[in-house]
């Protein structure tokens, strides 16, 4: 494996650490040892990034989207070579089984390349003229100097959808990734200053959170705040992005019900709930949490999740047997044993738990719970982790009420061979994203968000080029002011 090395921040185009020595170590939650530290960067550190981002603007915006494509296009080629080793470290800071890791460099690849032919069709129009000599046209351009903060979980795919969509537009974008998953940033952004992205194009930086983002939000250069985490921190960043009138892109937690129907394939539905709740260990923002079954087929079902379960294997994700590992630290342990106790104590049955080593990683076994309370605390908030609530239901009217009771709607999924009721779920599922007989509701070319406190606005697909981009309209007039006075 490699050394431990310090990870740096990227300003102007150059590596650099803080103004200070203030490092934090980065940590392998399969194994609890250092395995790099990262610079973080100070005031000054701050207002230099900006300042380049500014720079890197006017260099950005006046390259044609012709050659802005061919870069992100090398530099998604660049990405594809060094995948192997990307995803290794990837394993190493986030902790995911490899097989997942290599999946996500995969998919950011894709949306890369999505996005630099996208960005040759950030198209205007021509207005139909009202008075004769009248030209209108509705212009598209980059909004500005870009500001993206993204959450640990998925390292390469958040980060992805930040920065390919700001470049793929003409934006210039200085993003701070996450302290706890940061080798992944620094080498996708090795791998654009390689394809010969300009100087100040790409800022990545390291810090603390609530200085980065207060000095960032108030100072007048950026144009745009976008941002992948929490609903509580996506509410203070609103507020901080307010003061500045900040365009915001927020992609926000949810809490997917996934819905079984009693005339779906249970088979197929109990191999994806396995599937889609385990990946990651459950620490992924459209992961289903709320797992509501037709009360006719809910034994069956329950009886093969948990045959599908004990299949799962506890482990380092650098082991090929491991499909499932650790939750990133310690903290979210604690997590999940008091959402686990008061599930119990509202009177949940344990179906299923798993087993996980005996080292210093931060693992915490797959459940699956039954007879699960409304009341219960996993209910009512997002566990993003391994604990999978399964409760009965009786009606169509019953679960639609129950799936859409919350306030968050990012994803939802439901299992039924009925397109009648397939077209009912479709039209009544407050989400949004929607996944019928399917754990598939994110590529490149479709928008990527949720409704409610799930988010505002959207990444991927032509909605997501368009949140960095602004609407200017230009009148020319051609004829003599006489005529236009006839006229």
Same mark, same amino acid.
């Given at each position: 494996?490699?050394?431990?090395?310090?990870?740096?921040?990227?300003?102007?185009?150059?590596?650099?650490?803080?103004?200070?020595?203030?490092?934090?170590?980065?940590?392998?939650?399969?194994?609890?040892?250092?395995?790099?530290?990262?610079?973080?960067?100070?005031?000054?550190?701050?207002?230099?990034?900006?300042?380049?981002?500014?720079?890197?603007?006017?260099?950005?915006?006046?390259?044609?989207?012709?050659?802005?494509?061919?870069?992100?296009?090398?530099?998604?080629?660049?990405?594809?070579?060094?995948?192997?080793?990307?995803?290794?470290? &990837?394993?190493?800071? #986030?902790?995911?089984? !490899?097989?997942?890791?290599? %999946? /996500?460099? =995969?998919?950011?690849?894709?949306?890369?390349?999505?996005?630099?032919?996208?960005?040759?069709?950030?198209?205007?129009?021509?207005?139909?003229?009202?008075?004769?000599?009248?030209?209108?046209?509705?212009?598209?351009?980059?909004?500005?100097?870009?500001?993206?903060?993204?959450?640990?979980?998925?390292?390469?795919?958040?980060?992805?959808?930040?920065?390919?969509?700001?470049?793929?537009?003409?934006?210039?974008?200085?993003?701070?990734?996450?302290?706890?998953?940061?080798?992944?940033?620094?080498?996708?952004?090795?791998?654009?200053?390689?394809?010969?992205?300009?100087?100040?194009?790409?800022?990545?930086?390291?810090?603390?959170?609530?200085?980065?983002?207060?000095?960032?939000?108030?100072?007048?250069?950026?144009?745009?705040?976008?941002?992948?985490?929490?609903?509580?921190?996506?509410?203070? &960043?609103?507020?901080? #992005?307010?003061?500045? !009138?900040?365009?915001?892109? %927020? /992609?926000? =937690?949810?809490?997917?019900?996934?819905?079984?129907?009693?005339?779906?394939?249970?088979?197929?539905?109990?191999?994806?709930?396995?599937?889609?709740?385990?990946?990651?260990?459950?620490?992924?923002?459209?992961?289903?949490?709320?797992?509501?079954?037709?009360?006719?087929?809910?034994?069956?079902?329950?009886?093969?999740?948990?045959?599908?379960?004990?299949?799962?294997?506890?482990?380092?994700?650098?082991?090929?047997?491991?499909?499932?590992?650790?939750?990133?630290?310690?903290?979210?342990?604690?997590?999940?044993?008091?959402?686990?106790?008061?599930?119990?104590?509202?009177?949940?049955?344990?179906?299923?738990?798993?087993?996980?080593?005996?080292?210093?990683?931060?693992?915490?076994?797959?459940?699956?719970?039954?007879?699960?309370?409304?009341?219960?605390?996993?209910?009512?908030?997002?566990?993003?982790?391994?604990? #999978?609530?399964?409760?009965?239901?009786?009606?169509?009217?019953?679960?639609?009420?129950?799936?859409?009771?919350?306030?968050?709607?990012?994803?939802?999924?439901?299992?039924?061979?009925?397109?009648?009721?397939?077209?009912?779920?479709?039209?009544?599922?407050?989400?949004?994203?929607?996944?019928?007989?399917?754990?598939?509701?994110?590529?490149?070319?479709?928008?990527?968000?949720?409704?409610?406190?799930?988010?505002?606005?959207?990444?991927?697909?032509?909605?997501?080029?368009?949140?960095?981009?602004?609407?200017?309209?230009?009148?020319?007039?051609?004829?003599?002011?006489?005529?236009?006075?006839?006229?």
């Amino acid at each position: 494996m490699p050394a431990v090395h310090k990870v740096q921040n990227l300003i102007d185009g150059a590596w650099c650490d803080g103004h200070t020595d203030l490092c934090l170590p980065v940590i392998n939650p399969a194994t609890g040892e250092k395995i790099a530290s990262v610079s973080l960067a100070q005031s000054i550190d701050i207002e230099n990034a900006l300042q380049s981002s500014a720079r890197g603007f006017g260099v950005w915006r006046a390259t044609l989207a012709s050659g802005r494509q061919k870069i992100l296009e090398h530099a998604a080629q660049l990405i594809t070579e060094r995948a192997e080793n990307i995803a290794q470290n &990837l394993t190493r800071e #986030a902790g995911k089984p !490899l097989a997942e890791a290599r %999946m /996500e460099i =995969g998919a950011a690849v894709d949306v890369l390349r999505w996005y630099a032919e996208e960005g040759k069709r950030a198209y205007g129009r021509l207005v139909p003229p009202r008075v004769p000599g009248m030209r209108q046209m509705v212009i598209r351009e980059p909004v500005g100097p870009v500001i993206a903060f993204v959450a640990w979980n998925f390292p390469a795919i958040n980060f992805m959808r930040k920065v390919a969509g700001a470049l793929a537009a003409g934006c210039s974008i200085t993003i701070k990734p996450s302290e706890e998953t940061p080798m992944t940033g620094v080498a996708f952004a090795q791998a654009f200053a390689d394809a010969g992205l300009p100087n100040g194009v790409l800022n990545v930086i390291y810090g603390d959170p609530a200085q980065i983002s207060a000095q960032m939000c108030a100072s007048s250069i950026p144009r745009k705040l976008t941002f992948t985490g929490s609903t509580e921190v996506g509410k203070h &960043l609103s507020k901080l #992005a307010a003061d500045n !009138l900040l365009r915001c892109t %927020m /992609e926000l =937690g949810g809490h997917a019900p996934f819905i079984v129907f009693d005339d779906a394939d249970i088979d197929q539905a109990a191999t994806m709930m396995v599937a889609g709740k385990f990946r990651n260990a459950g620490q992924v923002c459209v992961s289903p949490t709320r797992f509501y079954v037709q009360r006719g087929v809910h034994d069956a079902f329950l009886e093969k999740v948990v045959e599908k379960a004990e299949a799962i294997v506890v482990g380092d994700g650098l082991d090929p047997k491991t499909t499932m590992g650790p939750l990133i630290s310690p903290r979210r342990i604690a997590v999940m044993e008091a959402l686990l106790d008061d599930a119990i104590k509202h009177g949940a049955g344990v179906a299923f738990q798993g087993q996980v080593p005996n080292t210093n990683g931060s693992f915490f076994a797959p459940v699956i719970l039954r007879d699960v309370s409304e009341d219960a605390q996993i209910m009512q908030e997002e566990p993003f982790g391994p604990i #999978a609530p399964v409760l009965p239901f009786d009606t169509f009217d019953d679960v639609m009420a129950r799936a859409n009771g919350m306030p968050v709607g990012l994803a939802a999924y439901a299992f039924t061979s009925s397109a009648q009721r397939a077209a009912m779920v479709a039209d009544q599922m407050d989400a949004g994203m929607l996944a019928i007989n399917s754990m598939h509701i994110a590529s490149p070319e479709t928008p990527f968000g949720g409704i409610g406190w799930s988010g505002q606005g959207a990444e991927g697909g032509p909605e997501g080029l368009d949140t960095f981009l602004r609407t200017r309209v230009v009148t020319e007039i051609f004829n003599t002011p006489e005529r236009v006075g006839d006229a």
